[in-house]
């Protein structure tokens, strides 16, 4: 056997990356991807801020709400909102109303009164005095503190 030399292939030249039609349809392909997710993104994180500022104003809207509501039933102290009789003058035999609303108040006293109180943003009771009466409302909270109101009714 001879030594023949052995054939060589000849390397072909490389191409450079540039000169290939892939690269450029990867290349735009990656960018495009890039446009779209970033659009997405963009467009998740513009509603996240939407919402989370509607939230933020609607809670503040509530505590506002929730303020105005605690200052018309009386804030945080005790208080005798209304106290009145309807009506203020009977005739002997009649009953009269007597309506009340504290606010705060842990017990409730209306004296000279037979029948039941308790604390309440707005109650009436029954009573039919014989005479022209006064009557007292008492209320107290939980730390001893007293309020009265007091209202006549004219009996004729």
Known sequence: MLNQPELQQPVPPSKSIFKKPSFYSKLVFTIAALIVFWIFFSRWWQNRSIEYRSREAAAEKQREQDRATL???????????????????????????????????????????????????????????TKTTTYTLTIADAAGNTKSQSLTVQVR
């Open 71 to 129: 200052e018309q039933m009386g804030g945080k102290e005790l208080a005798i909102q209304t106290f009145y009789a309807m009506p203020g003058e009977i005739r002997r035999g009649q009953s009269v109303q007597l309506c009340y609303g504290v606010a705060n108040a842990k017990s409730v006293k209306l004296e000279p009164q037979s029948n039941p109180v308790w604390p309440s943003y707005s109650r009436c009771v029954d009573d039919t005095p």
